[in-house]
């Protein structure tokens, strides 16, 4: 007589993806997202983090908050080349300087100076302001939607990629906008706009933790808490990437 097995819920993508959400938020806790001390501290902390390290964006904060630059009057009445010297540490500070100008300039002009403003138009429109800026791509979009402007807007970022590819969710060839939509497909049963925000900052941190902890180039799957994922799936072995 065959022995009996146990047989394994097989699960969509959409259903691995909630259920990788929960192992995560069950093994880290809240990620407290983003870290930062206002909406006008995020948006510039998203302009500059792009292609640096986050202790190098702190130590411009930390120059511009010295100089009680972090109100939006100040800052956008800072001469460019100030603030391009102030931005230093983040590197790319020609663009980087540029690209927050043009966002405060937006803001002042649409909105009267008003984030609070800013964060009640429809996300589409919102996000196709922020995308015509120049220096200003999906990723910086997103997060400065979803973090500053509390909009439930899902950021997609390098992390993201490799574990939906190492877990066979995505394709290689998988682009922004596909990964977007399968981690926003974890919460499509979420009708409130706001709560599927909260859902959208925790992924994202969560994701980011995991990607610094083990899903690094070289995954630590053996100390993974997404470990049993790949178990049920793909017999214990990523999809390299
Ligand atoms: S380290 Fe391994 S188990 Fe963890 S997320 Fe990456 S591929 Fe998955």
């Not at 065959?2 to 819920?9: D, Q, W």
């Not at 302009?47 to 130590?59: D, I, M, N, P, S």
């Not at 394709?171 to 981690?183: D, E, K, R, V």
């Amino acid at each position: 007589m065959p022995a009996r097995t146990t047989a394994i819920p097989q699960l969509n993508s959409a259903q691995r993806l909630r259920a990788l959400y929960e192992t995560l938020a069950a093994a880290y806790g809240p990620q407290h997202w983003w870290p930062s001390q206002s909406p006008l501290e995020t948006i510039v902390g998203a302009c500059l983090t792009q292609g640096t390290a986050w202790t190098a964006v702190e130590r411009s904060l930390s120059n511009l908050r010295q100089r009680n630059l972090l109100r939006f009057d100040a800052l956008r009445a800072l001469p460019i080349a100030e603030l391009r010297s102030l931005i230093r540490p983040s590197g790319f500070m020609q663009r980087k300087a540029a690209t927050l100008h043009a966002l405060l300039d937006l803001i002042h002009h649409e909105y009267g100076g008003s984030i609070e403003r800013f964060a009640r138009v429809p996300l589409p429109t919102a996000r196709a302001q922020l995308l015509a800026i120049s220096g200003i791509g999906p990723e910086t979009a997103d997060a400065i939607l979803l973090y500053a402007l509390n909009q439930p807007a899902m950021v997609v970022d390098e992390y993201l990629r490799r574990v939906a590819l190492r877990h066979g969710l995505a394709p290689a060839h998988a682009g922004y906008a596909t990964l977007q939509q399968l981690a926003l497909s974890a919460f499509a049963d979420e009708q409130n706009p706001a709560a599927l925000a909260d859902h959208c900052n925790e992924f994202h941190a969560l994701i980011v933790q995991i990607g610094k902890d083990h899903c690094r180039r070289t995954p630590d799957c053996a100390h993974c808490p997404l470990r049993a994922d790949l178990d049920t799936h793909l017999h214990g072995r990523p999809v390299s990437c």
